[in-house]
């Protein structure tokens, strides 16, 4: 569906974007992560075909990016997007679904559709009295009025609160289902984790990390397990519950307790999976921190960190 080689991107001497090469498969959900100046931004308007690169090519939908034909099959979200404040948004949208020819009754369906999938209310009040997280999901209609096959998104859910952040997410991972090929980019990137298919980090313009977030973690991160066993083992340390803990960074490390706590007439209980976030592989990369806000309902408790977590009823 989209197909990247040597793209590259100049002003003057500064390099923006520096021989990216990445391929998005249709019906997928891509996310580009890096902290500013990375060359997200830039990376996401040459696919949008608003900027010319300097260098290599950008094909999205089969046709190349600076191809007037190819906007029919997109849709761009930018991370500002100015809304007409005097509209409402049913105007606004039927505004827009004319400058594509979409046909009235066609438009008017899929534009209240497309409402309803956002519950987004107030569709006959002027934009310019809706709060922020209204107006982003009327831009999020307005890249949907043509029916796009690519969807390109900078940034969209930022600066939204917690509720209106999780509702734009699940209707991101819905247009999968619609088999909609989803780009987007992010600041926060347990947003990116939660949702994306495959994922690539840039910094000072290039790509440094890239595949799934299973596959980065596996590359460049590191997974620990915490075994709980009942009874005191070499390497073990007493907890709270009256058990004892250890953590290792092998299966075979865990195998080698199991056995020990069973020759010793007891059972290993319990084993956590620990893998690395997106935002820590990102940090040991880069060596720079971004902002990862999380609502309540994102994180866990301080005293379980998020993990695979394997209870076991009896000794192995």
């Given at each position: 569906?989209i ?18 090469d ?39 939908a ?55 999938r ?18 982003r ?31 734009v ?10 088999d ?28 440094i ?9 596996e ?13 005191a ?5 007493p ?6 803990r ?41 060596g ?23 209870e ?5």
């Amino acid at each position: 569906m989209i197909e990247v080689s040597g793209l590259r991107k100049t002003y003057g001497d500064f390099a923006a974007v520096v021989g990216s090469d990445f391929e998005i498969e249709r019906g997928k959900i891509f996310g580009v992560v890096g902290p500013n100046g990375a060359g997200k931004t830039t990376t996401l308007k040459m696919l949008a075909g608003l900027i010319e690169p300097t260098a290599g090519t950008a094909t999205v939908a089969g046709f190349d990016a600076g191809d007037p034909e190819m906007r029919h099959q997109l849709g761009f979200l930018p991370e500002e997007s100015p809304l007409y404040e005097d509209m409402t948004a049913r105007s606004y949208l039927r505004f827009f679904a004319d400058l594509y020819d979409v046909p009235r009754d066609v438009a008017s369906d899929r534009i209240e559709s497309t409402l309803d999938r956002l519950d987004l209310e107030y569709r006959d009040r002027r934009l310019g009295d809706v709060s922020k997280g209204m107006k982003r999901k009327v831009a999020i209609a307005r890249s949907l009025v043509n029916d796009p096959d690519v969807l390109i998104y900078d940034e969209p859910a930022s600066g939204l609160d917690p509720l209106t952040t999780n509702s734009v997410l699940d209707f991101t991972e819905e247009l999968r289902e619609d088999d909609k090929t989803v780009v987007f980019s992010a600041h926060n990137l347990y947003h990116v984790e939660s949702v994306c298919d495959r994922v690539v980090i840039m910094n000072e313009g290039r790509i440094i990390a890239r595949g799934s977030v299973s596959e980065i973690r596996e590359e460049h991160g590191d997974t620990s397990y915490r075994v709980f066993s009942d009874t005191a083992l070499d390497g073990t340390e007493p907890t709270a519950d009256g058990r004892h803990r250890a953590v290792v960074d092998t299966m075979a490390e865990v195998e080698e307790l199991q056995d020990a706590a069973k020759a010793a007439g007891g059972s290993v209980t319990d084993i956590r999976t620990d893998e690395p976030s997106l935002e820590s592989i990102f940090l040991e990369l880069t060596g720079q921190q971004m902002p990862s806000p999380r609502t309540a309902a994102d994180t866990a408790p301080a005293d379980e960190p998020a993990a695979d977590r394997h209870e076991l009823e009896d000794s192995p």
